[in-house]
């Protein structure tokens, strides 16, 4: 009588860690099949959100305003700290180009020299034809 009633227990338990050892393989491979999945789909999702076209300076404008300027001179242009609207009929291109890398006292904006030509550029003609 005495080993006897271990017996069922010890059953109970064996089963019960197969059980648990199964499921949990099972639960690893339906994850890494949902992931597979999921994945191709955020890798998609991520490219069309990413992709800029660089010969279209008013996407690569309006990404480089939105890295460089927004904080500043905010999404419709009009601040927090320094309003832009109409800048187009205040200032060229050139002047936008040198007020991005110069900064200047006058104006209360930090000079930003690293500042990539071409992105300057960009970010100039986007302001201007946008900003009204
Ligand atoms: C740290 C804050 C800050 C950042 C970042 C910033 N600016 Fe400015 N900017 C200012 C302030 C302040 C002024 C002065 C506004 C005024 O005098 O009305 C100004 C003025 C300007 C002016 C002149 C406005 C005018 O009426 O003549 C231009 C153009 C300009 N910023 C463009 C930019 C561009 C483009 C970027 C991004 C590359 C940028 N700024 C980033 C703060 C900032």
Same mark, same amino acid.
């Given at each position: 009588m005495k080993g006897k009633p271990l017996f069922p227990f010890a059953a109970i338990a064996v089963v019960g860690l197969i059980l648990m050892i199964s499921l949990s393989f099972i639960g690893v491979t339906q994850k890494e099949e949902r992931l597979a999945l999921e994945g191709e789909d955020a890798v998609e999702e991520q490219q069309t959100q990413e992709t800029v076209d660089t010969s279209d300076p008013m996407a690569?404008?309006?990404?480089?305003?939105?890295?460089?300027? =927004?904080?500043?001179? /905010? *999404?419709?242009?009009? #601040?927090?700290? !320094?309003?832009?609207?109409?800048?187009?009929?205040?200032?060229?291109?050139?002047?936008?180009?040198? =007020?991005?890398?110069? /900064? *200047?006292?006058?104006? #209360?904006?930090? !000079?930003?020299?690293?500042?990539?030509?071409?992105?300057?550029?960009?970010?100039?003609?986007?302001? =201007?034809?946008?900003?009204?």
């Open positions: 690569l404008g309006e990404q480089a305003y939105q890295a460089s300027c =927004i904080g500043c001179h /905010g *999404g419709s242009f009009d #601040g927090p700290m !320094g309003n832009l609207i109409g800048i187009g009929d205040r200032r060229s291109k050139e002047e936008i180009m040198t =007020i991005i890398h110069e /900064g *200047g006292e006058d104006y #209360g904006i930090p !000079g930003m020299p690293a500042f990539p030509e071409s992105d300057a550029e960009a970010i100039a003609e986007y302001l =201007i034809e946008v900003a009204n």
